[in-house]
């Protein structure tokens, strides 16, 4: 991660140096032509940015490799969950439906959600900070 960190960064400063020598060429209103050391420092860059977008790809598409086998497609199947809980519980908020998830303890918001209900309330409520809260799950 560190490493694609780096790159990029590298990769950015390149394109800073590309523009700087774009820019060099468009003074005001009048444009004129790469100086031979120009157009060959211009070349330069490109290739090497093209070199560090190669070599991102490669390290993005072994990663990529990685992951679900370090998962074994369980992030697949909890973001087809998350979407789920969602879709109902505006079902819910809608009127749509009576009940969510009756069966399992009468859960009625997914814990995503109530998460940020729960922090809404911290910023809004003085008594919530004051009062002592019981962590149960």
């Known amino acids: 991660m560190n490493k ?13 140096e590309m523009d700087a020598l774009l ?3 468009e003074n005001g ?3 004129r032509a790469f100086t031979d050391d120009e157009a060959k ?6 290739a090497e940015v093209r070199a ?8 993005e598409a072994r990663d990529a490799l990685d992951r679900p086998a370090e998962g074994n497609g369980a992030s697949s ?4 969950q998350r979407a ?16 969510l998830d009756t069966a399992q303890n009468g859960a009625v918001i997914p ?15 003085p008594i919530y900070s004051m009062a002592t809260v019981y962590q149960v799950y």
């Open 41 to 46: 420092r211009f070349a330069e860059v490109e």
């Open 111 to 125: 814990a995503h959600i109530a998460d940020k209900i729960i922090e809404k309330v911290r910023e809004l409520s």
């Open 29 to 31: 209103d009048e444009l």
């Open 84 to 99: 789920l809980d969602e879709k109902n519980f505006l079902a819910f908020v809608r009127g749509e439906a009576r009940a």
């Open 4 to 16: 694609l960190k780096k790159l990029r960064e590298k990769r950015n400063a390149l394109m800073d």
């Open 52 to 59: 560090i977008d190669a070599q991102v790809a490669a390290i």
């Open 77 to 80: 199947g909890s973001d087809e």
């Open 23 to 25: 820019a060099a060429c």
